[in-house]
């Protein structure tokens, strides 16, 4: 009993003097204004779930306080306000509004957020399957389907033949301003997963070399191994009338190029986008990739890469 009594008296010394090691202070408590434009309950759910993380209005519990919990808290908050910050909501224009609707939905649905390591000490911030509901169903009705004319169709149609067939020389297209080339055998590749982008009316298919489908069939994503491309399509959405989507306008392609010694100053990847029919190089300088990897750096823990595989996301639907 005696030996029991000095082990419990030294755990209590120990847990008092790492009380006097404490976090980087930041901002806990800046008051975050209400969402604008969306309703009342839509707002009561952002804000009861995302809030403490993504926003300048941190409700921190007692035990968030104490040594080591305040340090995990404090990194939680410190990389959710730089991936997502709410409290910037209201110098927003509509369309980022909605785009940042999605984005966050998607992070829900995908199993992502709220991170596993904070919703179990923090069960407020769990999303129910009504919740969850309410917000798809806000997000649809941000951007309603409407039925493609059938001339515009029609056109539509023929472009994306010609896209497979490749009717198109593709020696004259210009690399990237960092020097990345077009690569255009990405039609041959495989498509490992589609986007619904129903916040502009857009649609993505995302293909990958062999390099990227065999590090899917072996499960080795994370990281993504050295010679992994990915080639990210986006189309403009075509509404058939009787509801099916397909693609229409060609805007652009986007290339993720895998080499971590060639580009670490980009975090292991090179990065370029061709606009467009005419594929004509997006950017004006060199290090225009600075802003591909800051709009990817939530994914850090994932490499780098939004795009999850088609096994992926059966998997987590069995999981679920």
């Not at 003097?17 to 901002?27: D, S």
């Not at 293909?207 to 065999?214: R, T």
């Not at 072996?218 to 189309?235: L, Q, S």
Request: aromatic share 12%; hydrophobic share 35%.
């Amino acid at each position: 009993m005696k030996r029991n009594t000095k082990i419990l008296a030294v755990l209590l010394i120990v847990f008092c003097l790492l009380q006097f090691f404490r976090p980087e202070e930041i901002n806990y408590g800046k008051p975050a204004e209400n969402l604008s434009n969306v309703p009342k309950e839509v707002n009561a759910i952002i804000r009861n779930s995302c809030f403490d993380c993504h926003s300048s209005e941190a409700n921190l519990r007692w035990y968030d306080k104490l040594t080591p919990a305040n340090f995990l808290v404090t990194s939680h908050i410190k990389e959710g306000r730089k991936a997502l910050d709410f409290s910037k909501w209201s110098t927003w224009p509509k369309p980022q509004q909605n785009s940042t609707i999605y984005y966050a939905i998607n992070k829900v649905l995908s199993g992502e957020m709220p991170l596993p390591s904070y919703s179990a000490v923090h069960s407020s911030t769990k999303l129910n399957d009504r919740q969850i509901q309410i917000l798809k169903e806000y997000a649809l009705s941000l951007a309603p389907r409407k039925v493609t004319d059938s001339t515009q169709i029609n056109k539509a149609e023929m472009e994306y033949n010609n896209w497979i067939k490749e009717n198109k020389k593709y020696s004259a297209v210009k690399p990237s301003p960092n020097g990345l080339k077009y690569i255009p055998d990405y039609r041959k590749w495989k498509a490992i997963s589609t986007t619904d982008r129903f916040d502009n009316s857009t649609m993505r298919i995302i293909f990958g070399n062999e390099i990227a489908v065999k590090a899917i069939q072996e499960h080795h994503t994370n990281p993504w191994p050295d010679g992994t491309v990915f080639a990210k399509t986006a189309w403009k959405q075509e509404v058939h009338a009787d509801g099916n989507i397909a693609t229409g306008e060609f805007i652009q392609v986007e290339f993720m190029v895998k080499d971590t010694k060639k580009y670490a100053k980009t975090e292991g990847w090179g990065w370029g986008r061709w606009k467009g029919n005419d594929l004509k190089p997006y950017g004006d300088h060199p290090d225009f990739d600075k802003e591909c990897v800051e709009c990817h750096r939530p994914m850090k823990d994932r490499d780098y890469v939004f795009t999850s595989p088609l096994y992926l996301i059966s998997q987590l639907k069995k999981i679920k």
